[in-house]
């Protein structure tokens, strides 16, 4: 017979979503060579030369025939080299090198790995979204890289095949030698294994700024912190995924979904149980920040969703690059367009944001003189700009630890005690925000900070003051008000009372020190 025909299943991925691919494998009496169309990219198109030369180490001979590879849908671009293994697969059964046996269901199977010229199958991005997706189409079976296994094993409902070579998934087809499937793992058990962050019980002094952190951390406020080099501001903010709340299953999904497409998963690492802790140098581009490039891949901001998005040395980005955070911090959500992709991509985040007060570092200092001239100190303070300045909940001065404190023999309190007070709080929001979009006191929009913002008279009074007095933006007053929300939920007060107000103020007053 001169005409060879097979139809594999597989999946591609498109933002963070995986679709279905049928690879369909057309051989006929020719010119020896194998083509691969249906939008291919340069590493799906040099696929053709993995493949051939993987079943050949693979003990299997390859017939000389003119091979057509057609990946549909034919309108959706194809990209990475995860379709080795199903171009692989189909080929040979189209050259009846692979006679499947009636267990291997090839319209319920999905196959994906990239293929080494030895045969063996390397690990790929984007396993988890291509499972959740294959789950999502009833598909029932799917043989992936063992590499991978881990980051989809908490997924249920589906059978996963973990194979290292080629020879084994061709053994497993022909039913010689069955690969048993992975059993799954529950986001509870995972959880156990939770890996150890930077405890606050290290850091020494700076009360007002570990309260402040926590203040953040119980309503997912961003935080600016201003200081002398030196003085813990990275620490500090190394210390805020600990003490925020442990990562609903849906938000590690989420999580993981979007640090798998973009590679950042290590091979034989499972599903993220950890909040990310994202901190980009300064001299990041916008596209690197926000996202794009020419595939409009995730940026660092998408990478620390449900996390902490940490800046340091602040003035230093491009004010392109800060300009360009006001959207996501608004809306959650990025839209990255390209000529030849658009996609979105959540981004939900907290940003804790560090800078010097001067150049320099020591204007304000109390034991290190500043060697900036205002001019110098005017330039440097106004690269951040005054409406990001405005979607800043929290602004904090750090100065240097003195000696005595840093010697002070008592331990300091652990992560853990301040994560009990935060869970505590957060288990307020939770009730209180039930049917609702909001999760926390920093989501709240201009109606829902009316309804759940009640005010005592003097409460009410000192804020109207506080506002006239230092000429806020009717932004700036709601976000004192979320704070002040905050603050009275980790007293458990219902109402908020002139004591919270005041502290919500405080958190603002840099703005009158520094930039007006």
């Given amino acids: 017979m001169n005409e060879m025909m097979a139809r594999i299943l597989s999946m591609g991925v498109s933002g963070v979503n995986g679709f279905p691919v049928h690879v369909e494998v057309f051989g006929i009496n020719g010119i020896p060579g194998i083509e691969i169309i249906g939008l291919p990219d340069a590493s799906v198109r040099e696929s053709r030369d993995r493949v051939h030369a993987a079943i050949i180490n693979s003990g299997r001979s390859m017939q000389p025939r003119r091979i057509t590879v057609n990946l549909a849908p034919a309108d959706l671009k194809k990209e990475g080299p995860a379709f080795d293994l199903p171009i692989a697969v189909g080929i040979l059964i189209a050259m009846k090198e692979l006679i499947p046996s009636e267990n291997f269901q090839q319209e319920n199977t999905v196959l994906f790995g990239e293929l080494s010229l030895d045969g063996r199958i390397r690990h790929v991005s984007g396993a988890l979204p291509m499972v959740i997706s294959a789950k999502e189409n009833g598909i029932q079976n799917v043989i992936l890289p063992s590499s991978n296994a881990q980051e989809v094993s908490c997924i249920e409902g589906i059978r996963v095949f973990p194979v290292s070579t080629l020879e084994q998934v061709i053994l497993h087809a022909e039913g010689k030698e069955m690969i048993e499937p992975q059993e799954q793992t529950t986001y509870q058990e995972l959880r156990r294994e939770h890996p150890s962050t930077v405890d606050m019980s290290q850091i020494h002094g ?169 001019q110098e100190i005017r330039r440097y303070l106004d690269k951040v700009s005054g409406p990001l300045l405005d979607r800043i909940d929290l602004q904090i001065e750090v100065d240097a630890v003195p000696v005595q404190e840093i010697n002070d023999s008592e331990p300091a309190e652990s992560s853990a005690c301040v994560a009990e007070r935060v869970a505590r709080a957060r288990e307020i929001q939770q009730e209180r925000y039930r049917g609702t979009s909001c999760f926390c006191n920093a989501q709240l929009d201009n109606e829902s900070i009316r309804k759940t913002c009640g005010m005592t008279k003097e409460a009410s009074a000192l804020l109207n003051a506080a506002v006239e007095a230092m000429k806020m933006s009717m932004r700036a007053y709601n976000r004192i008000l979320k704070v002040a929300r905050t603050i009275a939920d980790l007293d458990r007060s219902e109402p908020i009372t002139s004591a919270h107000i005041a502290e919500a103020v405080q958190y603002r007053e840099l703005d009158q020190k520094y930039w007006r």
């Avoid at 640090?259 to 140098?281: D, E, Y």
């Fill in 206 to 374: 700076q009360k007002g700024a570990r309260r402040a952190l926590e203040v953040a951390a119980a309503g997912g406020h961003n935080m600016l912190m201003i200081g002398v080099p030196g003085s813990g501001k990275t620490m500090l903010a190394r210390c805020l995924p600990g003490i925020l709340p442990p990562m609903s299953f849906e938000e590690a999904l989420e999580t993981t979904r979007i640090h798998s497409i973009c590679g950042k998963l290590p091979a034989g690492s499972g599903l993220m149980v950890s909040r990310p802790f994202s901190a980009p140098h300064h001299s990041a581009s916008v596209a690197a920040l926000i996202g794009g490039g020419q595939n409009a891949r995730p940026g660092e901001v998408s990478l620390a969703h449900n996390g902490v998005l940490f800046l340091d040395e602040l003035p230093e980005f491009s004010r392109s690059a800060l300009e360009a955070l006001r959207q996501p911090l608004e809306d959650g959500i990025v839209s990255v367009s390209r000529i030849r992709h658009q996609a979105q991509y959540q981004s939900s985040f907290m940003l804790i944001a560090a800078m010097n007060p001067c150049p320099c570092g020591y204007y304000g200092s109390s034991n290190h003189p500043c060697r900036c001239t205002p």
